[in-house]
């Protein structure tokens, strides 16, 4: 099953985005699917994943200003950010983890302005 993310591309501090992956086959084929994001110079994190039982995993730092949901009749995962900073910028990567195997897709360029 294959990873397609969507959906980046320049916004003004403070605005909102919202990112699509869309898996070649049934998101439930992963455990979980969700986002990581790599700004230049820094190491990958996570952004947030949801998992089979729609569980969602958000980091302390990024909560209250994204969420996470997915359709499942399209396959697809979203990521919805809000009061976007600067230091959002970076590549998100739809990811889905099965048996502890990553599978990556494409990034998506993010880009907030001051």
């Known amino acids: 099953v294959q990873l397609q993310a969507s959906g980046g591309g320049l916004v003004q501090s403070g605005g909102s985005l919202t990112l699509s992956c869309v898996a070649s086959?049934?998101?439930?084929?992963?455990?979980?699917v969700g986002w990581y994001r790599q700004a230049p110079g820094k190491q990958r994190e996570l952004v947030t994943s949801?998992?089979?039982?729609?569980?969602?995993d958000i980091p302390d730092s990024l909560k209250g200003r994204l969420t996470v949901s997915r359709d499942t009749a399209k396959n697809t995962v979203f990521l919805h950010m809000n009061s976007l900073k600067p230091e959002d910028t970076a590549v998100y990567l739809c990811?889905?983890?099965?048996?502890?195997?990553?599978?990556w897709g494409q990034g998506t360029q993010v880009t907030v302005s001051s």
């Open positions: 990811n889905g983890r099965r048996a502890s195997f990553d599978y």
């Open positions: 949801i998992a089979l039982d729609g569980t969602t």
């Open positions: 086959g049934s998101i439930f084929w992963f455990d979980t």
